[in-house]
């Protein structure tokens, strides 16, 4: 057998367009030609990747989530959602009421939330204030952050993201197990809400305000 160019396979123009939209895809993580536009925002929408350490909320965590910053952004309000798509996500589904009366930024590792256009905010916790020019300090009505590792060093530099971004009301979702730096760091309060995910977690989590919240008592 020979190994000239000539005995290389070759793929048909359908195998070929076929595998392009498939790439188009995955690079996007999601499928604007067969969802809708609430599809898209759906939580699940972009799979986990547990190398990034993405556990996704539930449905309902997201949407309790969601009516939290909304009550708490107040008309007109900013929110930013730290290394939490899926509130993000939740707010732009248009099912929670409110959410068309507030805007809300993603701030992400994972480049596949790009796909949200503008509203994406390119983020890596290891470095906390490498952000656009266009995110000015204190300019977001509430912060929701939840770290992507729990440990000393990743809440410390999210903690001065946060800082930067809040004008005052932080809700923080992490491990139990970083109460009491989450109150050194940001004083901040464990709530009575449980968070969920999709899938269960080996860790206690726990959701964390600096605010008299409803979540402190649900
Ligand atoms: C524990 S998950 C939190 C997701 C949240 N439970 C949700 O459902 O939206 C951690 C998040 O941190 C993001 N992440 C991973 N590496 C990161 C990094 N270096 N800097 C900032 N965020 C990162 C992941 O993509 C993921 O969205």
């Not at 409110?98 to 994972?110: H, I, K, N, P, Q």
């Not at 256009?117 to 300019?139: H, K, N, R, T, W």
């Not at 932080?170 to 995910?197: Q, R, W, Y």
Request: with cysteine; hydrophobic share 40%.
């Amino acid at each position: 057998m020979s190994d000239s160019e000539d005995d290389a396979p070759t793929l048909s123009a359908h195998t070929l367009a076929a595998l392009q939209e498939f790439y188009n895809e995955t690079r996007s993580g999601l499928d604007h030609s067969t969802t809708s536009a609430s599809d898209q925002f759906a939580v699940g929408a972009v799979q986990e990747d547990w190398r990034m350490s993405q556990f996704w909320y539930s449905d309902d965590t997201a949407a309790q989530l969601a009516e939290e910053v909304v009550r708490e952004a107040g008309e007109g309000g900013r929110i930013a959602c730290v290394s939490a798509p899926s509130v993000y996500q939740k707010l732009k589904q248009g099912i929670v009421e409110g959410s068309d009366r507030v805007s809300a930024v993603v701030l992400e590792f994972d480049r596949r939330f790009a796909a949200y256009g503008s509203d994406f905010i390119f983020y890596d916790y290891s470095e906390p204030l490498s952000l656009p020019a266009s995110v000015a300090p204190q300019s977001f009505d509430i912060v929701l952050a939840d770290p992507p590792y729990l440990s000393e060093e990743c809440l410390s530099k999210v903690a001065q993201t946060i800082k930067y971004l809040s004008k005052g009301k932080v809700l923080l979702c992490t491990g139990a197990i970083m109460e009491n730096l989450a109150k050194e760091l940001l004083d901040l309060k464990v709530c009575s809400f449980l968070p969920k995910h999709n899938r269960n977690l080996s860790n206690e989590f726990r959701c964390f305000v600096n605010y008299p919240s409803h979540l402190l008592r649900s």
